[in-house]
Nanobody, 123 residues
Framework: QVQLVESGGGSVQAGGSLRLSCAAS??????MGWFRQTPGKEREGVAA???????RYGDSVNGRFTISRDNAKNALYLQMSSLKPEDTAMYYC???????????????????WGQGTQVTVSS
């Protein structure tokens, strides 16, 4: 059964840090990523990583967030530092099983999604 379960969200002050985790089950996923969404806006690609650990970051988080994965545990992580109020959003874990030349930050290219975990950053 395919299941992606996020955890680690919460409330933090600007400048603080949070670590998100995603526990995956059902398959070994070639590509995994983190996306975020606020009401009325499209889902934004935050970071993505392939099974060979190729990585891409969205421009707004590059240098502040770090994505990683543990293939043995089928887990995905997002270390978020220097958080800003504009990072406030629902964060989603996503996964894809097929082949791609490089990790994607396009939401429509992912097949599986978690339910999300809320991150709130106050100023």
């Amino acid at each position: 059964q395919v299941q992606l379960v996020e955890s680690g969200g919460g409330s933090v002050q600007a400048g603080g840090s949070l670590r998100l985790s995603c526990a995956a089950s059902g398959y070994t996923y070639s590509h995994m990523g983190w996306f975020r969404q606020t009401p009325g806006k499209e889902r934004e690609g935050v970071a993505a990583i392939s099974s060979d650990r190729s990585i891409r970051y969205g421009d707004s988080v590059n240098g502040r967030f770090t994505i990683s994965r543990d293939n043995a545990k089928n887990a995905l992580y997002l270390q978020m530092s220097s958080l800003k109020p504009e990072d406030t959003a629902m964060y989603y874990c996503a996964a894809f099983r097929g082949w791609r030349a490089r990790p994607s930050l396009v939401a429509s290219e992912y097949s599986y999604w978690g339910q999300g975990t809320q991150v709130t950053v106050s100023s």
